[in-house]
């Protein structure tokens, strides 16, 4: 299970801390809900790639002292199984929708298109969840290019992403 946190430092400074990175300490485990904090359980290594460079960034591990369930705390510049950062997904498919432009490989941004385009219902209840009332159309790339404004109106890309994350317990790019 992924637990997505909020940073306040760019990837490249939380690949420069390495393991050495500040945790938040969670209080109650989010499976069993015990109210004893979770306990560090190693790290694991995983690729974020930024323009045309990879850093390995250590993922802390963390497990629930009374059902034992592992967590991994996911710092929110990431979304869980993608290695580019969230805020270069939106980046590319605003470019895409907006300037028709690519930036990146035309494989890649279909890939990001199709995933993004799966889940245009779940992010159409998530915006009403939050009150939005605006009108949302329902042709397939009006809607996504709609949804899409409204994720780029949040102040930040990794704010939408954590919390839709934690309202589905899936990112907003999920297969
Ligand atoms: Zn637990």
């Not at 298109?113 to 159309?137: Q, V």
């Not at 290019?145 to 992403?161: C, G, S």
Request: with cysteine; glycine share 2%.
């Amino acid at each position: 299970m992924q637990i997505i946190y909020e940073v306040e430092i760019t990837l490249i400074e939380y690949y420069r801390k390495g393991t050495e990175n500040c945790y938040p300490v969670i209080e109650v485990c989010p499976s069993c809900f015990s109210r004893q904090p979770l306990l560090r359980h190693g790290f694991y290594w995983r690729y974020a790639l930024l323009l045309k460079r990879s850093y390995l960034l250590p993922i802390l591990r963390l497990k629930c002292p009374c059902c034992e369930q592992t967590f991994s705390l996911l710092p929110d510049f990431l979304l869980p199984f993608y290695q580019t950062p969230v805020k270069l997904i939106l980046e590319y498919l605003k470019r895409y929708w907006h300037d028709r432009r690519t930036a990146v490989y035309y494989q890649r941004l279909q890939f990001y298109r199709r995933r993004f385009l799966k889940n245009l219902n779940l992010m159409e209840a998530f915006f009403r969840k939050l009150g939005h009332r605006d009108i949302i159309p329902r042709m397939l790339k009006g809607k996504a290019i709609k949804l899409l404004d409204m994720v780029n109106a949040f102040p930040k890309a990794e704010t939408f992403a954590r919390r839709y994350h934690d309202h589905f317990q899936q990112s907003f790019m999920a297969i």
